[in-house]
T-cell receptor, first 114, second 117 residues
Framework: EPEVTQTPSHQVTQMGQEVILRCVPISNHLYFYWYRQILGQKVEFLVSFYNNEISEKSEIFDDQFSVERPDGSNFTLKIRSTKLEDSAMYFCASSQSRASGEQYFGPGTRLTVT | AQTVTQSQPEMSVQEAETVTLSCTYD???????LFWYKQPPSRQMILVIR??????QNATENRFSVNFQKAAKSFSLKISDSQLGDAAMYFCAYRSGRHFGNEKLTFGTGTRLTIIP
């Protein structure tokens, strides 16, 4: 069964450093999303992406964040200058169509900022 | 803005018994989707079941079923014949039915389900 994959599974970085989180969505999916979950809290939406542009973003997704689909398979989330409060689990999700409503999640990347 | 509320932070059930997890939501929209996701200790988010608001029939997936009460804005998940592998955090989520630029999932705070052998 096709699935969303994410790398790395765990990333440790120092405050102020740039990180890139990588995702490979399900191959015939066209809509891509990033969410984050701070430990012990609920999952929060960051950004949605379609046709090489952002279709929606949350207040969390400020100028420190960017997304890119550099090729036909990868979808990345970049944090330019990490802060301690960026420590969280980051989930990538993909969807085949808006109409179906279903989003399939990857296993997540645990980001630890020290 | 839509909100999702899960008022039960923790629930427990005996193996093989039935348990119901509660979820309420607030929206002014008439067209939307509701979901239950399961998050086991591995922290992967797994889609359990989905309900379209325009459908009156409650969704069912094997041992999982929902009780969707649109007027009451309630969306509970019933797990029958509970198994040890059902132990997880369960999140209720809402998605607008308006298509462009409104696909984000809004999650509740979750209910941690423990299965007692």
């Amino acid at each position: 069964e096709p699935e969303v994959t994410q790398t790395p599974s765990h990333q440790v970085t120092q405050m102020g450093q740039e990180v890139i989180l990588r995702c490979v969505p399900i191959s015939n999916h066209l809509y891509f999303y990033w969410y984050r979950q701070i430990l012990g809290q609920k999952v929060e939406f960051l950004v949605s992406f379609y046709n090489n542009e952002i279709s929606e973003k949350s207040e969390i997704f400020d100028d420190q964040f960017s997304v890119e689909r550099p090729d036909g398979s990868n979808f990345t989330l970049k944090i330019r200058s990490t802060k301690l409060e960026d420590s969280a689990m980051y989930f990538c999700a993909s969807s085949q169509s808006r109409a179906s409503g279903e989003q399939y999640f990857g296993p997540g990347t645990r980001l630890t900022v020290t | 803005a839509q909100t999702v509320t899960q008022s039960q932070p923790e629930m427990s059930v005996q193996e093989a018994e039935t348990v119901t997890l509660s979820c309420t939501y607030d929206t002014s929209e008439s067209d939307y989707y509701l979901f239950w996701y399961k998050q086991p200790p591995s922290r992967q988010m797994i889609l359990v079941i989905r309900q379209e608001a325009y459908k009156q029939q409650n969704a069912t997936e094997n041992r999982f079923s929902v009780n969707f009460q649109k007027a009451a804005k309630s969306f509970s998940l019933k797990i029958s014949d509970s198994q040890l592998g059902d132990a997880a955090m369960y999140f209720c989520a809402y998605r607008s039915g308006r298509h462009f630029g409104n696909e984000k999932l809004t999650f509740g705070t979750g209910t941690r389900l423990t299965i007692i052998p």
